[in-house]
């Protein structure tokens, strides 16, 4: 049987410790991002908008270079299709008429014409028919 325990009560983390995390998180990218290149020279001490939102500017560009590179791959398997497609029927016509041809010398007529310069002949005369007799008829 199941032992009863107590149940251990859900620590409630209200929303803007959560917040601050985040933006704690947040500042701590920019500052590394910021002590490795001096972003803040560049922009103006200032004027911190762009260092703030380095993770979401960093977000975008990496989608865009995601989107760009996913845009080239459909269009070069793009050409890749339309050059199997061209192959393909190249080899679709070559097997038409291989197969025509072997259609062709497969005829009696064009076997009696091949083997002709070899001395044989069609035969004139019908083929016999051959009758076995049973040994319960003898």
Known sequence: ??????????????????????????????????????????????????????????????????????????????????RTKAQVSELRSQATVLQADFDKSGKQSEISRRVAPLGLSDSQTPPYKIVVKSHEEQ
Request: charged share 35%; no cysteine; proline share 5%.
């Open 1 to 82: 049987m199941a032992k009863n325990t107590f149940r251990k009560p859900e620590r409630v983390v209200p929303e803007r410790v959560i917040k601050r995390k985040r933006e704690r998180r947040r500042l701590r990218l920019a500052a590394w991002l910021n002590d490795l290149i001096p972003l803040d020279r560049l922009f103006g001490e200032d004027n911190a908008w762009p260092i703030h939102h380095i993770d979401r500017i960093l977000w975008v560009t990496f989608l865009l270079i995601l989107y760009i590179g996913l845009n080239h791959n459909a269009e070069r398997l793009f050409r890749r299709i339309l």
